[in-house]
């Protein structure tokens, strides 16, 4: 079996990974006169890299975040130099998560409510939890269509098994009763994790109790 035969029997065996850098890692072992089971060791570390990055990659987009490039690294915090960053990085271990506890993030519109949220997000991510990240109206529009279509339970069933489901902009608009009936349910749903960012804490703060209530 020549190189390029070999590489094709591992990207059927769902190599991929190993059949990219096979050529590489043989010229490699060839300078450097490798041992065997350290040319294995290398080819194997490589899969591994490429599996997880292929992993964080494709939860990055289930969880559609509106700016995918909000992280922690590039939030400003001297913004507002009153802001709690010893609570943010204790969120940002999403230790809340494992935990089942909630975030409540409240302030006016322009505050980092929403780069906050979704950096803690990509931070859940990246230690292994699926996410989920939703506008409030772009949530009820996905409920409303589901109604349309008969897949309700299907999508509920959604937002109830996600480990961490972020609701960004609560009470942003003023919601028509039913969608706001809709809102509700979906908030008091026995889902693990919900983080909310809100202009108007008495859309939430009299449902349910917040295990982290943070102020932009």
Same mark, same amino acid.
């Given at each position: 079996? /020549?190189?390029?035969? &070999?590489?094709?029997?591992?990207?059927?065996?769902?190599?991929?990974?190993?059949?990219?850098?096979?050529?590489?890692?043989?010229?490699?072992?060839?300078?450097?006169?490798?041992?065997?089971?350290? &040319?294995?060791?290398? &080819?194997? $570390?490589? @899969?591994?890299?490429?599996?997880?990055?292929?992993?964080?990659?494709?939860?990055? *987009?289930? $969880?559609? #975040?509106?700016?995918?490039?909000?992280?922690?690294?590039? #939030?400003?915090? /001297?913004? /507002? !130099?009153?802001?709690?960053?010893?609570?943010?990085?204790?969120?940002?271990?999403?230790? #809340?998560? +494992? *935990?089942?506890?909630? $975030?409540?993030?409240?302030?006016?519109?322009?505050?980092?409510?929403?780069?906050?949220?979704?950096?803690? +997000?990509?931070?859940?991510?990246?230690?292994?939890?699926?996410?989920?990240?939703? @506008?409030?109206?772009?949530?009820?529009?996905?409920?409303? @269509?589901?109604?349309?279509? +008969?897949?309700?339970?299907?999508?509920?069933?959604?937002?109830?098994?996600?480990?961490? &489901?972020?609701?960004?902009?609560?009470?942003?608009?003023?919601? !028509?009763?039913?969608?706001?009936?809709?809102?509700?349910?979906?908030?008091?749903? @026995? #889902?693990?994790?919900?983080?909310? /960012?809100?202009? *108007?804490?008495?859309?939430?703060? !009299?449902?349910? !109790?917040?295990?982290?209530?943070?102020?932009?």
């Amino acid at each position: 079996m /020549n190189l390029i035969e &070999l590489q094709h029997a591992l990207r059927q065996l769902r190599l991929g990974g190993i059949a990219t850098v096979l050529e590489t890692r043989l010229h490699q072992a060839q300078a450097e006169a490798m041992a065997p089971i350290d &040319l294995i060791s290398c &080819l194997v $570390a490589d @899969e591994l890299t490429r599996r997880g990055d292929r992993l964080l990659e494709r939860r990055r *987009k289930q $969880a559609a #975040f509106r700016d995918p490039q909000k992280t922690l690294d590039h #939030f400003d915090f /001297n913004f /507002n !130099p009153k802001m709690n960053r010893s609570l943010v990085f204790d969120l940002a271990t999403c230790a #809340f998560i +494992g *935990k089942r506890e909630d $975030a409540l993030f409240l302030g006016p519109g322009g505050t980092g409510k929403s780069h906050l949220a979704q950096a803690i +997000g990509q931070t859940a991510i990246q230690q292994g939890y699926r996410v989920l990240y939703r @506008e409030t109206h772009v949530l009820l529009d996905e409920l409303a @269509e589901a109604v349309v279509d +008969g897949t309700r339970r299907e999508f509920m069933e959604t937002l109830t098994t996600v480990p961490l &489901l972020i609701i960004d902009d609560l009470g942003m608009r003023k919601l !028509p009763l039913t969608a706001a009936e809709g809102l509700l349910e979906v908030i008091m749903r @026995e #889902f693990p994790v919900r983080v909310r /960012n809100s202009e *108007k804490i008495a859309l939430c703060d !009299p449902v349910m !109790p917040v295990t982290h209530s943070f102020r932009c």
